[in-house]
């Protein structure tokens, strides 16, 4: 199925009402601060972790996504966590390279660990951002750059993610070498 009404808050007719949102946010915010463990991090779904290295630390389904909607959500006003969230966006970090989450028997187009949304690219974006320590920005900067040729031209692996992390992070210089390296790869129509 592929819509599964029991995971989704019904529709009803009652009016919008911004006090009843943001206890609901609230409430998703206490559920993810309840749900963290020190060693496990965060459950992955049986699908998103399915022949992968559990627990899940990527910017797509794991601790890196997690950190960064939690940060969001507070510098958004919109809920507080209990949570040290620089000190996990590290610890995923340190999980990462110990053990990447990269699901077995699918192939990952090199560089891999240069990987936005699964790879190392993603949790040091999340890690400079909340962290604010210089070395991730750093070794962020050298994915960038050795992601430019990455045969995958997709967010999740190839060169338009680290392009979004470049933009992110201010890096217009990398943002544009970026940009052109793509550019340089279209055919006469445009693919």
Do not use: Q
């Not at 998703?28 to 020190?38: H, S």
């Not at 110990?98 to 040091?124: C, K, Q, Y």
């Not at 050795?146 to 997709?154: F, G």
């Amino acid at each position: 199925m592929l819509y599964d009404p029991g995971l989704f808050e019904p529709l009803t007719n009652e009016p919008w009402d911004a006090a009843r949102v943001r206890d609901g946010i609230a409430a998703v915010v206490a559920d993810a601060d309840a749900a963290f463990d020190p060693d496990e991090l965060w459950p992955a779904h049986e699908w998103d972790g399915y022949k992968a290295a559990l627990p899940m630390k990527n910017l797509y389904v794991g601790a890196a996504g997690m950190v960064f909607a939690l940060d969001l959500l507070r510098r958004r006003g919109l809920a507080e966590t209990t949570l040290d969230l620089p000190a996990l966006a590290l610890r995923a970090l340190e999980r990462w390279r110990a053990e990447p989450d990269f699901m077995e028997e699918v192939p990952v187009p090199e560089p891999g660990n240069a990987a936005l949304l699964v790879g190392e690219s993603g949790i040091l974006l999340v890690a400079c951002r909340i962290a604010g320590d210089e070395t991730p920005a750093d070794e962020l900067r050298a994915l960038v750059v050795a992601n430019l040729e990455n045969e995958a031209e997709d967010l999740m692996y190839g060169t338009p993610g680290t392009l979004v992390a470049a933009s992110a992070m201010g890096w217009d210089d990398l943002a544009r070498e970026s940009a052109a390296a793509l550019a340089s790869r279209r055919d006469a129509d445009g693919f």
